[in-house]
């Protein structure tokens, strides 16, 4: 168990709709990562928030956002969605901005139909 | 752009075997590189790590050699058990920037006892 807890685990929805998926960081990480996971593109980062601050961004669609609240947790909302967008969403955590480890949560797979 | 190309795609081992996996990077400014393992149904886990001031680094059957000039780094493990069958990613980041980390596309390790 790592520690990183998200939610939902599995979410299916219809294109056009928004989702948001949840994610609580490690205790006492500021660090939090979102990457998404899909069988031919496999692992690409798409933001970081530190603090509650955004502190990098990846391969953000537009349609997508994040956020990180006073308590550590973050969200990131996906919306008009695709089918493309079905994929596996990991968040991760650490302790600080410059780490190299990160520890990852069991994942939110999401299924666009 | 993909900055860290992972071979092969899928690799089988007999019980007691040496697996080998491989990864290259094109980025001379990364200083991290990581593997990580990852379970079906389950987030990626920090599996061992190196830094580019030393050439090979080993954490019981788990070893990570460097090659600095070759900007290549592969993992070895020696002993393959069938509780080694897993997904495999490569990682490299430059930690400075804040741990964004770039995977390679996985390895689908899977040993035969």
């Known amino acids: 168990d790592s520690g990183v807890t998200q939610t939902p685990k599995h979410l299916i929805t219809a294109t056009g709709q928004r989702v948001t998926l949840r994610c609580s960081p490690r205790?006492?990480?500021?660090?939090v990562y979102w990457y998404q996971q899909s069988l031919d593109q496999g692992l690409q980062f798409l933001i970081q928030?530190?603090?509650?601050?955004?502190?990098a961004k990846g391969n953000i669609l537009e349609r997508f956002s994040a956020q990180q609240f006073p308590d550590l947790h973050s969200e990131l909302n996906l919306s008009s969605l695709e089918l493309g967008d079905s994929a596996l969403y990991f968040c991760?955590?650490?302790?600080?901005?410059?780490?190299?480890?990160?520890?990852f949560g069991e994942g939110s797979r999401l299924t666009v139909l | 752009q993909q900055q860290v190309k992972q071979s092969p795609q899928s690799l089988i081992v007999q019980k007691g075997g040496i697996s080998i996996i491989n990864c290259a990077y094109e980025?001379?400014?990364?200083?991290?590189f990581p593997w990580y393992q990852q379970f079906p149904g389950k987030g990626p886990a920090l599996l061992i790590a190196?830094?580019?001031?030393?050439s090979e680094k080993k954490e019981g059957r788990f070893t990570i050699s460097f090659n600095k000039s070759a900007k290549q780094f592969s993992l070895h493990i020696m002993d393959s058990q069938p509780g080694d069958s897993a997904t495999y990613f490569c990682?490299?980041?430059?930690?400075?920037?804040?741990?964004?980390?770039?995977f390679g596309e996985g390895t689908q390790l899977t040993v035969n006892p």
């Open positions: 991760a955590s650490s302790p600080r901005a410059s780490t190299g480890e990160l520890f």
């Open positions: 205790s006492g990480d500021l660090s």
């Open positions: 928030y530190y603090n509650g601050e955004e502190r």
């Open positions: 980025n001379t400014a990364f200083d991290y």
């Open positions: 190196i830094r580019p001031d030393v």
């Open positions: 990682a490299a980041s430059k930690v400075i920037s804040g741990s964004r980390l770039t």
